[in-house]
């Protein structure tokens, strides 16, 4: 059983930056670790992700080369730096775990609460 809590959500402004905290408890070493986002009437989507054993990560294209996901085996927490925001970053983040490699949020099985991120003009 794995359990999730978002943290660092809030208000920036256009071309801030915003760190997200996900706090894990449970046995996380062998998921597949995902950030995903859902704006309203919008389909949830991954963000970006990252296996926490080996560090393979992966992104969305609208977040390339300004996201940047990460964890700390230590604190069992799992990141996502957020740079140059955009208004069309607005959205409810979620922070999710799945047995396996995926941008479907169908293939995640725990999941945080959700925080919100709203980026202004």
């Known amino acids: 059983q794995v359990q999730l809590a978002e943290s660092g959500g809030g208000l920036v402004q256009a071309g801030g930056s915003l760190r997200l905290s996900c706090a894990a408890t449970?046995?996380?070493?062998?998921?597949?670790m995902g950030w995903f986002r859902q704006a309203p009437g919008k389909e949830r989507e991954l963000v970006a992700g990252?296996?926490?054993?080996?560090?393979?990560?992966y992104y969305t294209d609208s977040v390339k080369g300004r996201f940047t996901i990460s964890r700390d085996n230590a604190k069992n927490t799992l990141y996502l730096q957020m740079n140059s925001l955009k208004p069309e970053d607005t959205a409810v983040y979620y922070c999710?775990?799945?047995?396996?490699?995926?941008?479907?949020?169908?293939?995640?099985?725990?999941w945080g609460q959700g925080i919100q991120v709203t980026v202004q003009v």
């Open positions: 999710a775990a799945g047995r396996i490699r995926s941008y479907s949020h169908t293939d995640y099985d725990y």
């Open positions: 449970g046995r996380t070493y062998n998921y597949n």
């Open positions: 990252i296996k926490w054993i080996d560090e393979d990560t």
